[in-house]
Structures are given as structure tokens and as C-alpha cells.
């Protein structure tokens, strides 16, 4: 298993990624429509964002799910008992951010939900006809006009030496969602699990976008699509030190949308966040 950054130009570019996604369940692509210097605008912003004491008058809100979230309620990934090592801020469209913050989140949302439908677009054009059938509407009609997609912004504090032991930035996971848009990080930390049980780095240089496939698209393509275990690990030595700032946009389909014979977008969501305790 091997990942390599696609050239998003590259006439060949869907085929090449749409491979790596059906091989590893992750696809990083380079020299694609998202500016650099909008992604590192946002990590400067909410760096300041997280670093100041204003987070406390946007805790989330329960039943929207919206907002601020302290590390002291950080998610749990399943199977794990130990809190991840993090703080994230639920933006959505129509919910609670900063004033200050707000339009250029909003900017990034919309930009980052266009090539996510481009993307679901090369998925689908590479699936074979037996997979392609099972899709009950075009994969990028499921996200037209969602007001469930999430666009997190996480942080991951510096290590502090008193942290639980086992608990690392974020436990090994799969993503519940469709599809994942992810810039790569300020810093490192990013492995995916390869078939054999052992870690690979995902390729993190700066400016790369890394994509990656959700249980959704798993379920919603009869597993032809894999949903892949992912994890970010703590920094050693000097880098323990560092902050560590993402944004992963997870596309959510509108609720009412059918995945398979045995679940709606909306009841495999209430499914899982019932295991993982959130709802
Ligand atoms: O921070 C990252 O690089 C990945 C975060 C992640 O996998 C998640 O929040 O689901
Ligand atoms: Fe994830």
C-alpha cells in the first residue's frame, strides 16, 4: 500500500485517484483549486481562536450539535476508554462562529463542498456498472444542498506530560460520513492502517489535500469503496511542543437519502452516534 499525491491537473487525475481511493480508502491530491494561503489564514485565525478565552462563550449546543467543544468532552473513539487529546469548533453553515472568524469559514465551506462534488463525481464515473447500480441517486446529488455537512476545525494542544496515559490526538478511527476533504495539517501525526495491522504516515506535505472515503460511501457502494482506519499519533521530543491545527469537511447526505436496503443517511448516523454515546 503506497499513497501518492495525484496531480489534480493530470488528464489521467480521477482514474489515478479514484484508484488509490478503491485501494487504500485515502486519495492526496496536489495542485488542486484550494488556495494555500486560504487554509493557512484559517489555522492562524483559530489558532488565536483556541489559544484566547472568547471559545467559552461558543460552548456547543447539545441538541444542535454546533460550537465549541473543550477537551473535556472530546470524543472517545469507539473500542478506546481514554479521551482524545484535542478541542474542535463544529462549524455549519447555519450555526454559531465568531463574527470575526465567520465569512472566511463560510468561504472555505462553500469552496471545499464544490471539489467534493467534483470528486464524488470521479468516484461515481470509476465505479464498475455492479457498484454504480446500487447508488439510488447520483453520489454528488446526496450532498446538494446538506445542511448536515460538518466542517471541523480541531485543535490539538501542545502535550503537557500529564495526559492520560494512552490517550493520543485521536484514537484509531473510521470516519461516518461520505467522503472527507481534508488540508493537510500544520504539523505531522496523520497514519492510516494498512491491510497487514501496521501504520503509514500519510503524506503530509503542506498544501496536499487529502481525501478520504467514509462508512456512508462504504455502505452506500457495498463495501467496493473501503472506509479505512485512520489516527493521528502524539509528537515526540521538540515537537511535543507544537500545536497541531486541522480541518476536515466531512460530507453529511440530507437525511432522507438512501445509502442501502438497510439504511438512510439519517439512520446510519443516529446508529452510530448512539455507539459512540453522543446522542
Ligand atoms: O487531524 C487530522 O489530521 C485528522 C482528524 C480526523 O481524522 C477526524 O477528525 O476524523
Ligand atoms: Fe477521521
Known amino acids: 500500500m503506497q499513497l501518492v499525491a495525484v ?17 487504500t480508502g485515502f486519495g492526496v491530491l496536489k495542485n488542486h483549486p484550494i488556495q494555500q494561503s486560504v ?3 484559517i489555522y492562524k485565525n483559530w489558532q488565536t481562536f483556541f489559544d484566547g478565552e472568547q471559545k467559552h462563550d461558543f460552548v456547543y449546543n447539545k441538541d444542535t450539535q454546533d460550537g465549541f467543544f473543550p477537551a473535556s468532552v472530546s470524543e472517545v473513539a469507539k473500542g478506546f476508554k481514554a479521551k482524545d487529546i484535542k478541542e474542535y469548533y463544529h462549524f455549519y453553515p447555519w450555526g454559531i462562529c465568531p463574527d470575526n472568524l465567520k465569512e472566511e469559514l463560510a468561504n472555505y465551506y462553500k469552496m471545499a463542498n464544490d471539489l467534493a462534488k467534483e470528486l464524488l463525481g470521479w468516484v461515481e464515473q470509476y465505479s464498475p456498472e455492479e457498484v454504480a447500480a446500487k447508488y439510488r441517486q447520483p453520489l454528488s446529488s446526496m450532498i446538494e444542498g446538506s445542511e448536515q455537512t460538518l466542517l471541523r476545525v480541531l485543535h490539538y494542544p501542545p502535550l ?4 492520560e496515559p494512552d490517550a493520543i490526538r485521536a484514537a484509531a478511527h473510521e470516519d461516518i460520513n461520505l467522503l472527507t476533504i481534508l ?10 492502517k494498512k491491510q497487514d495491522g501496521s501504520w503509514m504516515d500519510v503524506p503530509c506535505d503542506f498544501g496536499n489535500l ?7 460511501l462504504q455502505e452506500a457502494s457495498g463495501h467496493y469503496y ?10 515526540e521530543g521538540q515537537d511535543q511542543s507544537r500545536s497541531r491545527i486541522s480541518l476536515p469537511l466531512f460530507l453529511h447526505p440530507k437525511p432522507e437519502v438512501v445509502l442501502s436496503d438497510r439504511y438512510t443517511a439519517d439512520s446510519y448516523l443516529k446508529e ?8
Not at 496531480?7 to 485501494?23: G, I, M, V
Not at 487529502?210 to 456512508?216: A, E, F, K, R
Not at 473501503?226 to 509528537?235: A, D, F, G
Open 183 to 192: 488540508p493537510s495539517a500544520n504539523e505531522p501525526g496523520l497514519q492510516v
Open 210 to 216: 487529502i481525501v478520504n472515503i467514509g462508512d456512508m
Open 226 to 235: 473501503p472506509s479505512t482506519t485512520h489516527r493521528v499519533v502524539n509528537p
Open 160 to 163: 503537557q506530560g500529564n495526559e
Open 39 to 41: 487554509v493557512e489564514s
Open 272 to 279: 452510530r452516534l448512539r455507539e459512540l454515546g453522543v446522542i
Open 7 to 23: 496531480d489534480y491537473q493530470a488528464e489521467n487525475a480521477a482514474e489515478l485517484f479514484t484508484r488509490s481511493l478503491r485501494e
